[in-house]
């Protein structure tokens, strides 16, 4: 009863999949993506797409993503939408910042992308445009990722938050009281090792296609940046990750652990040991 039931939610939504990509016009950048990927398929070999591909990537989305926030602070009139105008963001700060960040990106993120090439050389993850995924199915494929990888963070941070690491790992990432965009990836290594590790679980689940990487990326990259910028909108809440997901693996798990009176009490002692340990538990903690 319970899989028939499911098999129809699946086959509808594939169907609502079918035809609203039915409806939607043809995308007139396809051809000149076809070819760029042809030719880049052509002149480079499947371990300097995944890796230096993967890093051109990581590194031109991130930027990106970051420089409207940047660009914020030069303009007179956003000024009135900053959240803390008692805390400016200044060169110090965003220097500092932006020398960890090429530190962790070249340093640590890089070798674990080098591992993506063994990845899809060991899983036969194709590279061609014809067994690439349409974009309904990326995105579903990013979503599941971002549940895997969302409940993985909710766990490893409230961790990571435990008084006794606290200082000695995560306090970087804290380190900012008015954070800005930029600060995203702005960690201990350790952590970035340690948090990032959760970006590949949902990878090795659904990845049919190296595209799956990429978009996965953009898909991450979006999120964590933009639940940067607005880190003070989120404050004094016993969450300690209140990304989207995190706060559905959160109702979940809440929901799970008061079905009897055992574990509620395990619920309350887990909250009252955030409330004691409140000194390494910032107010901008309830984010990443
Ligand atoms: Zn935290």
């Excluded at 970006?199 to 659904?206: E, K, L, Q, R, S």
């Amino acid at each position: 009863m319970e899989v028939n039931s499911t098999a129809t939610i699946l086959s509808s939504a594939f169907l609502a999949v079918e035809y609203v990509d039915a409806v939607l016009p043809d995308n007139p950048l396809q051809p000149s993506l076809q070819y760029a990927w042809g030719y880049v398929n052509e002149n480079y070999t499947k371990f300097q797409i995944a890796t230096w591909g993967s890093l051109i990537v990581h590194e031109a989305i991130y930027f990106l993503f970051c420089l409207p926030g940047f660009l914020f602070q030069f303009l007179p009139f956003m000024q009135k939408y900053k959240i803390q105008q008692d805390k400016p963001e200044t060169w110090e700060k965003q220097w500092r910042c932006f020398k960890m960040l090429l530190f962790n990106h070249f340093c640590i993120q890089l070798p674990m992308i080098c591992g993506t090439y063994h990845f899809t050389e060991f899983f036969s993850i194709p590279y061609d445009w014809d067994s690439m995924p349409r974009w309904p199915y990326l995105l579903a494929q990013c979503l599941g990722c971002a549940v895997i990888e969302d409940t993985w963070h909710y766990f490893l941070h409230r961790l990571l938050h435990h008084r006794s690491i606290y200082k000695h790992i995560h306090k970087v990432h804290h380190e900012f009281t008015a954070p800005f965009g930029m600060q995203a990836e702005y960690a201990h290594p350790a952590e970035t090792v340690i948090l990032g590790s959760g970006f590949f679980i949902g990878i090795m689940v659904f990845c049919n296609h190296v595209t799956l990487l990429w978009a996965w990326v953009a898909f991450r990259l979006l999120e964590t940046i933009d639940v940067h910028r607005y880190t003070h909108t989120h404050t004094h809440t016993v969450n300690t990750a209140n990304t989207p997901f995190s706060l559905f693996v959160e109702k979940c798990i809440s929901t799970l652990l008061t079905t009897t009176r055992g574990l509620q009490l395990s619920l309350t002692v887990v909250l009252w040991s955030d409330h004691q340990g409140s000194a390494a538990l910032p107010a901008c903690c309830s984010l990443v």
